[in-house]
């Protein structure tokens, strides 16, 4: 890998820190909330007698329970997409050995 290369890694490295932790100082007094909650505000201020079309098949006991579904959730989700990458960038370099 080349030097530029290199010092273009470690600025976007330093940039994705940089976003993760600006907004911890920024904002002291911040819940996170997430998506779904921010969404059913904003329908009910919309339309007061709106009826979800379904609800959930399974709701999770607690708040902890439900955070660590979604954390698993996106553990299996990310072990998929970088075994995938994986295998292709194995594969790119089993094609370029064999042209050698």
Known sequence: M???GVIKNLLLIAIVIA???IPLFTQKDAEFGGAD????????EIDADYNPWFSPLIEPKSGEIESLLFSLQAAIGSGILFYGLGHM??????EEAAKQ
Do not use: C, D, F
Request: hydrophobic letters at 40%; charged letters at 30%.
């Open 2 to 4: 080349s030097m530029t």
């Open 37 to 44: 909650g921010e969404a059913k505000q904003a329908i009910t």
């Open 89 to 94: 960038m194995g594969r790119k370099k089993k």
């Open 19 to 21: 976003l993760i932790v």
